[in-house]
């Protein structure tokens, strides 16, 4: 039942604060000057279950102080990439670039976050042709001239997450097809970060990047995705990376997230290696590129905070 228009459960949930009350977001300032307009926004909409519309719930939603921090987590995640850029060249192991990597992040003051996360090895992932994520940097693990790489990197500072990816091509060269690959990735990202629009919903996002991986003959890796992050490493929602417009969690400022397309030459299936449960690889070998960036939902577009 709706009163006034506004969704039961929200109304109660908005009756249930005082205008007077500090808002749920931490900002400090009273309810009423903070998201109580938001609250009622959102409690007015209609939701419709059947294309997965769902409210963002509070936790995802970042303050002005939250944003602060995430973007300098961001500054120390884009120069450790800038870093990696210096340093990948032919001849090179990718245990070296992960220790340069793991030094830079702390030397600033920061944490690598991949570091024994749910038991990752190393600081870094580095993922090389049809490594389509979570590469395990190694002493073994030499770059070649043509390969294509995908270094990802996430940063904690100080509690603040910025996670962000760059392909690479070593030695600067590789064959057409590999190269048209890097490039449809990174236009699939960024065709996905154009999709997001506050008050637009999270559906916009895949439905943008997959339709362009799909128009350029490549497939799109659904088994896994994007996701929120800032005051942790990985939040809701999960971002699909192919999709449809209108469906799926609403995007409203303060939402922080990942837009990360993995885009394949074959096909869009993966496995996870079986002796180190990490790796994944596409299922027929073939070549596999990927971009990344942490993007901030604002009152009128986005801000890219990692990249
Ligand atoms: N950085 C990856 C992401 O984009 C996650 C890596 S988790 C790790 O979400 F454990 F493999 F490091
Ligand atoms: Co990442
Ligand atoms: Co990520």
């Known amino acids: 039942m709706d009163i006034c228009g506004i969704g039961k459960e929200v109304l109660a949930y908005i009756m249930s604060m005082s205008r007077n009350d500090l808002c749920w977001c931490g900002s400090g300032k009273k309810y009423k000057k903070c998201h109580k307009d938001y609250d009622e926004r959102i409690g ?4 419709d279950v059947f294309k997965g519309q769902v409210r963002p719930p509070h936790k995802i939603i ?49 944490i690598p976050a991949c570091l024994d996360y749910e038991g990752f090895p190393k600081s870094t992932c580095i993922s090389i042709n049809e490594v389509v994520c979570h590469g395990i940097p190694s002493k073994k693990t030499i770059l070649k001239e043509g390969d294509i790489v995908n270094i990802d990197i996430t940063t904690n500072l100080d ?8 392909m ?47 128009e350029n003959g490549c497939s799109v890796v659904t088994d896994l995705g994007g996701h929120g992050v800032g005051k942790e490493f990985h939040l809701e929602p999960f971002v699909p990376h192919v999709g449809k417009k209108g469906t799926g969690m609403l995007l409203v400022p303060g939402m922080i997230l990942t837009v990360e397309p993995m885009i394949n030459q074959g096909t869009y299936q993966v496995d996870v290696d079986k ?29 890219i905070l990692s990249s």
């Not at 007015?44 to 939701?47: D, L, P, Q, S, T």
């Not at 995430?70 to 995640?77: C, D, F, H, L, M």
């Not at 065709?191 to 943008?208: F, H, R, S, V």
């Open 62 to 110: 970042n303050n002005a102080k939250d944003i602060e921090a995430v973007r300098k987590s961001g500054v120390v995640n884009d120069g450790t990439l800038d870093l990696m850029e210096e340093l990948v060249r032919p001849g090179v192991s990718t245990a070296f670039l992960d220790d340069a990597a793991r030094d830079y992040i702390e030397s600033h003051g920061g």
């Open 168 to 214: 690479f091509i070593v030695g600067g060269k590789t064959t057409p097809e590999a190269q048209r690959l890097v490039e449809v990735a990174r236009e699939c990202m960024e065709l996905g970060i154009q999709a997001i629009k506050p008050w637009g919903w999270l559906g916009d996002i895949g439905d943008a990047c997959g339709r362009h991986a799909h």
């Open 159 to 166: 509690g603040y997450f910025a996670d962000a990816s760059r």
């Open 275 to 303: 002796g180190d449960n990490w790796t994944v690889r596409t299922k027929d070998r073939k070549l596999s590129a990927q971009w990344e960036k942490t993007v901030l939902v604002t009152e009128t577009g986005t801000e």
């Open 44 to 47: 007015e909409m209609k939701f």
